[in-house]
């Protein structure tokens, strides 16, 4: 079936730097969005991309459907962002079920 | 705005008995979804309904699992004799177009 391959499953950053989280599908999607869990459990819903990029704050999203990636950049991070982030991708079928990558979980420290 | 609303927020169950749970919507949102978080599994697509009507129930195990959308302000997921693989975080989303907002979970312990 479809997949999400979301990469790295973990990741330690220093306050103040940056990196990159991506996210592969084995087929073509139509969509994407990410999500980042806080500390309270939820589910928050960062970006949906249908292509392009989208930038907010200190997150800048990118979506390549042809090129079946989509990433998600964090720079200056902060301790805040700790949590576990998400991609999740639709289909082509028409449904709008969505497609979870595994989480990347993301450490910020001092 | 509350937000997605879900109840409990945990609810244990002894195997065999059966579970309800509830989902309110952001009010004005079109689409309700149900999905299902476990370690091994992760999140899982269980089924969705837009206008009330369900329009995709393919993530939904064959037995035991149903839910409904009797009205616009609250759909339920309704477990029968549960089992302790139905051990999870079942976590409800609404959306008005394509975004997707989540509740914060009911945690399922079936013992």
């Known amino acids: 079936g479809d997949q999400v391959e979301q990469s790295p499953s973990a990741l330690s950053l220093h306050e103040g730097t940056g990196s990159a989280l991506r996210c592969n599908f084995t087929?073509?999607?139509?969509?994407v969005q990410w999500f980042r869990k806080n500390s309270r459990g939820s589910l928050i819903n960062l970006f949906y991309?249908?292509?392009g990029t989208k930038e907010n704050g200190r997150l800048k999203s990118a979506f390549d459907s042809k090129e079946r990636y989509s990433t998600l950049h964090i720079r200056d991070a902060q301790l805040e962002d700790s949590g576990t982030y998400f991609c999740?991708?639709?289909?082509?079928?028409?449904?709008?079920?969505?497609?979870f990558g595994e989480g990347t979980k993301l450490t910020v420290s001092s | 705005n509350a937000g997605v609303i879900q109840t409990p927020r945990h609810k244990v169950t002894g195997k065999g008995q059966e579970a309800t749970l509830w989902c309110e919507p952001i009010?004005?949102?079109?689409?309700v979804f149900w999905y299902r978080q476990t370690i091994v599994q992760g999140l899982e697509f269980l089924t969705y309904?837009?206008?009330?009507?369900?329009?995709?129930d393919s993530g939904m195990p064959k037995e035991r699992f149903s839910a409904q959308m009797p009205n616009q302000s609250h759909s339920t997921l309704k477990i029968q004799s549960t089992q302790p693989q139905d051990s999870a975080v079942y976590l409800c989303?609404?959306?008005?177009?394509?975004?997707?907002?989540f509740g914060h979970g009911t945690k399922l312990s079936v013992l």
């Open positions: 989303a609404s959306s008005p177009n394509e975004r997707l907002f």
């Open positions: 087929t073509t999607m139509r969509a």
């Open positions: 991309l249908a292509s």
């Open positions: 999740a991708a639709e289909n082509q079928g028409g449904s709008a079920k969505l497609i």
């Open positions: 009010s004005g949102h079109s689409a």
């Open positions: 309904f837009r206008n009330q009507a369900p329009i995709d």
